[in-house]
């Protein structure tokens, strides 16, 4: 009867090892549970799905990716919280979600600040950025987390049910943005009231008044059919969406270090590739959004660009001074 409790109670410390943040099978292999809150479709979904087929290839069976999407093990949050403690693997969310460790890290979601798509995956790269490898580095050195790759979700973009093309139309109006502190100075700059609300209730906030706008990219906008609830899309173009992988960093250390370089070469490969899918993808899905009736606003219609990036950056500055020396460092990045 000892020897059988024994042997339960190995059994379920064994199972329990590899559900809670992977382990290695049957076979050996290491096994990463990944988790984000794309949902079908979406860029996010494409990334970890290709990332997960690519390392599981190249690495020949070695390490093998588990992906969990559309916040199958919650919300950002706790999708962070679980890497952290290494309950989960590997996560996928904003640079902002990750300040609560390195604060300066929120500094890639600052609103306008890169030239365009491709500047923001070269200053974000976590390999050959002097500013991203400074701030990655603190991240690791602290034992928690690292970023190890990076996917372009496109440039994030205003809606409402009414035409905007100043800051002064937003007065008095609840903007939805991404529950961070980045968000809530951005959405002030644009002369709105903040309200932070989870993406997977955004379209239920929408529908019954509880916000009156709110921001993402483009293929977000279209895959989440925000379009039902929303008829005006301003194409402020003020953030370039970035979502970034962090991974545990014990679990990093226990990959072999090939390993390692192999994920490294590919993560910077898909990086640059999810430039191209989302520029692509954002050209058919404007055509989509207008043949369903959607009214697009650019800047031959009067949306003053100019105007929201010096109303946005003066609030930016005001809320984190600490970063207008980090700011220009980000933007002489050629």
């Known amino acids: 009867m000892k020897r059988c409790l024994v042997l339960l109670a190995i059994f379920v410390f064994t199972v329990s090892a590899v559900w809670a943040g992977g382990g290695k099978d049957s076979g050996g292999a290491i096994k990463l549970r990944y988790a984000h809150l794309g949902i079908e479709g979406e860029i996010l979904t494409i990334f970890a799905d290709d990332l997960a087929k690519?390392?599981?290839?190249?690495?020949?069976?070695?390490?093998?990716?588990?992906?969990y999407g559309n916040s199958a093990l919650g919300n950002s949050e706790e999708t962070v919280n679980g890497v952290k403690n290494g309950t989960i693997d590997i996560g996928m969310h904003d640079f902002a979600?990750?300040?609560?460790?390195?604060?300066?890290m929120a500094v890639f979601n600052c609103p306008?600040?890169?030239?365009?798509a491709a500047h923001s995956i070269r200053v974000t790269d976590p390999y050959t950025s002097a500013v991203m490898k400074e701030l990655n580095a603190d991240l690791a050195n602290k034992g928690v987390m690292r970023i190890f790759a990076n996917c372009y979700r496109g440039a994030r973009q205003l809606t409402a049910n009414f035409p905007v093309r100043t800051p002064a139309d937003l007065a008095g109006k609840k903007i939805r943005g991404v529950p961070l502190p980045i968000w809530m100075s951005m959405i002030k700059g644009m002369g709105a009231t903040p309200t932070a609300i989870a993406y997977?209730?955004?379209?239920?906030?929408?529908?019954?008044?509880?916000?009156?706008?709110?921001e993402n990219p483009i293929n977000n906008i279209y895959t989440g059919k925000l379009y039902e609830v929303q008829k005006f899309i301003m194409m402020t173009n003020h953030m370039q969406a970035i979502q970034t992988c962090f991974i545990n960093?014990?679990?990093?250390?226990?990959?072999?270090?090939n390993d390692r370089r192999i994920i490294e070469k590919i993560s910077q490969q898909m990086a640059n590739e999810s430039v191209e899918w989302t520029l692509t993808a954002e050209k058919d899905y404007v055509d989509k959004l207008k043949a369903l009736g959607t009214t697009i606003i650019e800047g031959k219609d009067g949306l003053r660009i100019d105007v929201f990036t010096d109303a946005v950056l003066k609030q930016v500055?005001?809320?984190?001074?600490q970063w207008e020396q980090l700011i220009n460092r980000i933007k002489t990045i050629p």
Request: negative net charge; glycine residues 6%.
């Open 54 to 67: 690519r390392v599981q290839e190249q690495t020949k069976g070695r390490i093998v990716i588990d992906v």
């Open 97 to 104: 979600s990750l300040a609560v460790f390195t604060p300066d």
């Open 112 to 116: 306008f600040i890169f030239k365009d």
């Open 200 to 214: 997977t209730e955004l379209a239920t906030a929408l529908a019954t008044g509880v916000a009156d706008g709110q």
């Open 249 to 257: 960093e014990k679990k990093w250390q226990s990959i072999p270090e």
């Open 317 to 321: 500055f005001i809320d984190f001074p």
